[in-house]
């Protein structure tokens, strides 16, 4: 829904809202009239119902929202002796149109002392386990974010079975787009693996202040561009469905490329605008090696493997086997094989060729040799013509929309390209795009195959990993302690802040324990 679409919307349920509570705003004494004014009408109503006047902000807030509309339908009825459970279930199943009835039909007698406390164990229960999640959803939308670490594309630097928290205050909060949703969950409905939203209606994009902008090398979580999911069906022999764009799956790798930037790759290196990309001390990039045997010396790869912590598999490379194939390997890991009694040759695998698979697919790049190609800035124009068309033809089909918030008809015969109906030689772009890849190369499904993340997509910059599960260790051995409570970003090492916690919280504890002492006693 385009922004002018979601402003007939908000008119036509003001417009409801008056038909069907005019006469309960009479009944309390205040103006028949005020039931009709947008926003103050929700102020008035919390008046009424003897709520907090911030309550009208919760209203407003997507997804939120959803939640407090039921409890405002419940604590109006109430408001006006309507407590049954007949009366509580009409008016959530009718989606708050009971009070229509009550509106017209009912001798309305308003409760103006009404006591807004619990009655019950189980009102006091659901009571608190309502405001639980309206704040934890808050937090989940607004501020930070839980995320697992499920590939090893970042591996050195983020590890599977990471824990991290993603602030979403750094870039600025993205408001949902979508409308319509189960709060705390992302795609699907935990265990029953369906859809946890409604395609219909979407919220404009709206981004709330950063306190940054994206830079080059920083760890980014966003929303896979093109993904669709295959668990879902919508239609018999019709499998996955297209997302919404906060509703695609969460990803996370390294920004290499930020809007006006010129990107290339030669021999794995990123090169910016001609220059190597400086990446911080705590990147480190991996490739995939051959290691050449003598066949003579015993090497024990097990204790080397693990000491260098290899998580990649290896192999051997071909139908001889004087010849490892290490899928993951980090320069400062090549140079201590090169020292090892037995091994020969250690030599980094660079793709040679074209490769299949790689964006724009154009057959003409592959992995480690690529580019120059240009990441587009909001703002700036490029010239469009049949060969520069593969860059930005989904930036134009899929990721924006025309002046009439629809999507963009793009339409090529020959020589000849059409934008919604009119011949183009140019295209302008209506929002930034970045070049996210991971530090893993050669285990890394990223923009070298396909394309441009959109800056609606961002969702937000990992900053703290909160707990480090290794999935391959036996008891307390699975947590890596030496992770726990450490930064995602900052120079040098990371540094687990695990034992400041722990001294924090004993101090807390023995405060407390003798500030509740003190407090006895002068109570004695």
Not at 355 to 380: A, C, T, V
């Amino acid at each position: 829904m385009s922004i002018y679409q979601w402003f007939v919307f908000f008119l036509f349920v003001q417009i409801i809202h008056f038909l069907g509570t005019w006469k309960l705003y009479e009944a309390a004494g205040r103006k028949r009239w005020e039931a009709g004014i947008p926003v103050y009408n929700a102020i008035v109503l919390m008046k009424i119902i003897g709520r907090p006047t911030w309550w009208t902000l919760l209203l407003f807030i997507p997804i939120i929202n959803l939640i407090m509309f039921p409890v405002i339908w419940i604590e109006t009825l109430r408001s006006f002796g309507k407590k049954s459970s007949l009366d509580t279930f009409l008016g959530v199943i009718t989606c708050g149109l009971y009070i229509y009835y009550i509106n017209y039909t009912q001798k309305l007698e308003y409760v103006a002392d009404r006591s807004i406390h619990p009655q019950n164990k189980t009102a006091d229960t659901v009571s608190s386990l309502l405001f639980a999640i309206i704040v934890a959803t808050l937090v989940h939308t607004y501020f930070v974010q839980p995320y697992t670490i499920p590939t090893s594309s970042l591996e050195k630097s983020l590890l599977i079975g990471d824990f991290l928290f993603v602030s979403k205050v750094n870039y600025g909060a993205r408001v949902p787009m979508t409308a319509v949703a189960l709060p705390m969950v992302h795609d699907s409905i935990p265990v029953v693996k369906t859809k946890s939203y409604l395609n219909w209606p979407q919220i404009p994009y709206l981004r709330l202040p950063g306190i940054e902008d994206i830079k080059r090398t920083d760890i980014v979580v966003f929303n896979w561009p093109v993904d669709t999911v295959h668990y879902f069906f919508e239609a018999k022999g019709t499998p996955g469905v297209i997302k919404p764009i906060d509703k695609k799956s969460n990803y996370v790798k390294r920004c290499v490329g930020i809007p006006g930037d010129s990107l290339s790759i030669k021999d794995g290196i990123v090169y910016i605008d001609g220059k190597v990309l400086q990446l911080p001390e705590r990147a480190k990039p991996q490739f995939s090696y051959t290691v050449a045997l003598d066949g003579k010396t015993p090497i024990d790869f097990e204790y080397l493997l693990k000491d260098m912590d290899v998580t990649d598999g290896i192999g051997y490379k071909g139908a001889s086997k004087d010849t490892l194939l290490f899928r993951a390997l980090t320069a400062a890991g090549a140079a201590r094989l090169r020292n090892v009694p037995g091994i020969t040759a250690v030599t980094q695998e660079i793709s040679q060729g074209t490769e299949g698979g790689i964006f724009p697919h154009i057959n003409k790049w592959n992995r480690d040799n690529y580019g120059p190609i240009y990441i587009p800035q909001k703002g700036q124009t490029v010239a469009l013509t049949t060969e520069t068309l593969p860059f930005y033809k989904r930036i134009i089909t899929d990721y924006e929309l025309n002046d009439a918030g629809d999507k963009n008809d793009l339409k090529v015969t020959g020589n000849e390209i059409r934008l919604n109906g009119e011949i183009v030689k140019n295209y302008t772009f209506k929002q930034n795009y970045y070049w996210m890849m991971g530090d893993n190369r050669h285990n890394s499904e990223d923009s070298r195959y396909w394309g441009f993340v959109p800056e609606n997509h961002i969702v937000g910059k990992p900053v703290f990993i909160w707990l480090s599960w290794d999935t391959n260790g036996k008891g307390l051995n699975k947590i890596r302690w030496d992770r726990v409570f450490t930064t995602v970003s900052g120079e040098g090492q990371p540094q687990s802040y695990f034992k400041y916690f722990l001294i924090a919280l004993a101090v807390f504890f023995v405060g407390e324990y003798f500030w509740k002492k003190r407090k006895d006693k002068k109570t004695i």
